[in-house]
């Protein structure tokens, strides 16, 4: 089962969603984090920290669980 993290804009970065997650404590942490872990955005791995998630967006994080971008 997917963890929902809803957003209040039309897109928000993979960076950002990072820190909404709360799987990185600040954005800062999201280079360094995206470096060191494997990312899945829609069972592609994507390691870039300006990606644009959306609505209906799936990210998955070996370790840490899967998401659902929800509106």
């Not at 963890?3 to 990185?24: N, P, R, S, Y």
């Not at 360094?32 to 592609?44: A, D, M, Q, R, T």
Request: glycine share 10%; aromatic share 10%; no cysteine.
């Amino acid at each position: 089962m997917s963890e929902e993290i809803k957003i209040d804009t039309e897109f928000i970065t993979l960076g950002q969603f990072l820190k909404l997650a709360e799987v990185i404590q600040s954005g800062g942490m999201a280079k360094w984090f995206l470096s060191e872990h494997e990312v899945y955005v829609n069972g592609e791995q994507d390691q870039r920290r300006g990606r644009k998630l959306r609505n209906g967006d799936q990210i998955m994080i070996p370790e840490y669980g899967e998401f659902l971008v929800i509106q």
